[in-house]
């Protein structure tokens, strides 16, 4: 089993940059890959950034220049730095580890922007 939970979430205007972290804990030796996903109200989930154990990256195009994630093995974290934000970013979003026994989600976080 693996825990995921997420902080760093809030209400930020237009333009401001907000990091996200995601603390992972059980079985994470088995963790392949953790992404960020992201769903907005009335919106299917969608990917937004994912990490693979080597430390490999992938971005939704949505978010490509403005957002950066990166994880911390030695502790167990994976943050995803978001700058210049836009109102279109608004949802909750939630860390996801990727096993070969399962998939593990977090809680999620709410981030909000402003216009």
């Known amino acids: 089993q693996v825990q995921l939970v997420e902080s760093g979430g809030g209400l930020v205007q237009a333009g401001g940059s907000l990091r996200l972290s995601c603390a992972a804990s059980?079985?994470?030796?088995?963790?392949?890959?953790i992404g960020w996903y992201r769903q907005a109200p009335g919106k299917q989930r969608e990917l937004v950034a994912v990490?693979?154990?080597?430390?490999?990256?992938m971005y939704a195009d949505s978010v490509k220049g403005r957002f950066t994630i990166s994880r911390d093995n030695a502790k167990n974290m994976v943050y995803l730095q978001m700058n210049s934000l836009k109102p279109e970013d608004t949802a909750v979003y939630y860390c996801?580890?990727?096993?070969?026994?399962?998939?593990?989600w977090g809680q999620g976080t709410q981030v909000t922007v402003s216009s």
């Open positions: 996801n580890a990727e096993s070969p026994i399962s998939d593990y």
């Open positions: 059980g079985s994470t030796f088995f963790i392949n890959a």
């Open positions: 990490i693979s154990s080597g430390g490999s990256t």
